[in-house]
């Protein structure tokens, strides 16, 4: 198996079609998925709480627009900003890829927050603890969604799974490299895993915050050692200690680190709401 990955050139058209003006992108239809897989998710878990379905898909609208905002902002600020701002009309350019999942999980929290304000009966850590498991499987899509747009690309590698990404320009797409954002991606299948199986563990009512907080510390721990594999996204932190995705990453482990131990009683399973209007 190690011999047939050995070497491996991909150069696939991130355009799964052309006809002009159309053409969809892999990395299109893989960001759909991951929503798609999302909602699925969601329809269980807010049956499994009694809940109206209809509530989770008006939760699931504004968790779409955090997303797409927070990560693309979380890009431009702090990955290339002086890139986009010479380049203004690069800003909304999505489908190009440069989406950051530390401004992504950014934005979901205030999204969790303003939508825990509104709903009837629902706190902020029962919903992030509903939110994190979709959210977990719809990384891997995004990140096979950057495998396709040969983008987040790893350093040089003479591992045998070392990826020759042929798409990148010059001599740069004849090295063998990282699948850095497989890497990920299987990051987030792991961390998947682990909070069903808790979800299921617990009944379907884990105790409050500790699948949120159980997210951030594998997700972010996971991806602070895999920014080890990476070239520097961020030109202007190429010679600090720590890189900028690892330097976002320390905050959000500390977060999950104090909900998990100073937040969450792990004695008292979370609520059923199984009555949402008052």
Not at 144 to 170: K, M, Q, Y
Request: aromatic share 16%; with cysteine; glycine share 8%.
């Amino acid at each position: 198996m190690i011999a047939l990955l050995q070497n491996l050139t991909w150069g696939i058209d991130p355009e799964i079609f052309s006809l002009s003006p159309i053409a969809p992108r892999w990395y299109g239809l893989l960001f759909a998925g991951a929503f798609v897989s999302g909602y699925m998710f969601g329809v269980k878990m807010w049956k499994d709480a009694g809940r109206k379905v209809e509530e989770m898909e008006s939760i699931l609208t504004w968790i779409l627009v955090a997303t797409v905002i927070g990560a693309r902002l979380g890009h431009v600020i702090f990955y290339d900003p002086s890139y986009y701002l010479r380049n203004l009309d690069q800003v909304l350019a999505i489908w190009n890829g440069g989406l950051a999942s530390h401004g992504a999980a950014v934005g979901v929290i205030i999204a969790l927050y303003y939508q825990a304000k509104k709903a009837p009966k629902m706190n902020f850590w029962w919903l992030a603890d509903r939110v994190v498991i979709p959210s977990a499987v719809g990384g891997a899509f995004i990140r096979t969604g950057n495998f396709f747009n040969s983008e987040i690309v790893g350093s040089a590698t003479d591992a045998p799974w070392g990826v020759i990404f042929a798409n990148l320009p010059g001599p740069a797409g004849t090295i063998p490299r990282h699948p850095t954002m497989l890497y990920e991606a299987l990051l987030c299948l792991a961390v998947f895993a682990v909070l069903w199986f808790l979800y299921k563990r617990y009944k379907a009512h884990p105790p409050e915050g500790s699948l949120f907080g159980i997210f951030l510390i594998m997700l972010f721990t996971g991806r602070f050692f895999l920014e080890y594999t990476k070239i520097p996204q961020a030109d202007f932190a190429t010679e600090w200690a720590v890189n900028m995705g690892q330097l976002l990453s320390i905050p959000m482990v500390l977060i999950g680190l104090y909900i998990v131990f100073k937040k969450v009683d792990w004695g008292k399973r979370s609520s059923s709401m199984a009555n949402p209007n008052p």
